[in-house]
């Protein structure tokens, strides 16, 4: 089995910068594509960035410009750095990620993580 366990939400004022980090374990073969996603109260869970296992990162369009994916492949982490925090930030960040994992018999799954409070107010 493999599991995400993510860290490094909190409450931060209008402006201010945070980095998420999210750390893969387990009897992890390969790790492909990795994710970052939102939820806020009452809204669906959506996508704000996501990073081939080449490096290769993609944005949704409202965080553009103020945050960054990148990935560790050693440390099988992932981390998301985000400046200009708005208020609108503020959710339930999850990582995901498509893991091909087991000791003998291997198989390719998505995993997600718990989930870490971002709160972006003054």
């Known amino acids: 089995q493999v599991q995400l366990v993510e860290s490094g939400g909190g409450l931060v004022q209008p402006g201010g910068s945070l980095r998420l980090s999210c750390a893969a374990s387990?009897?992890?073969?390969?790790?492909?594509?990795m994710g970052w996603y939102r939820q806020a109260p009452g809204k669906q869970r959506e996508l704000v960035a996501h990073i081939t296992s080449g490096g290769s990162g993609n944005y949704a369009d409202s965080v553009k410009g103020r945050f960054t994916i990148s990935r560790d492949n050693a440390k099988n982490t992932v981390y998301l750095q985000m400046n200009s925090l708005k208020p609108e930030d503020t959710a339930v960040y999850y990582c995901?990620?498509?893991?091909?994992w087991g000791l003998g018999y291997k198989q390719r799954d998505d995993y997600w993580g718990q989930g870490t409070q971002v709160t972006v107010s003054s």
């Open positions: 995901k990620a498509d893991v091909m």
């Open positions: 387990g009897s992890i073969f390969n790790i492909y594509a």
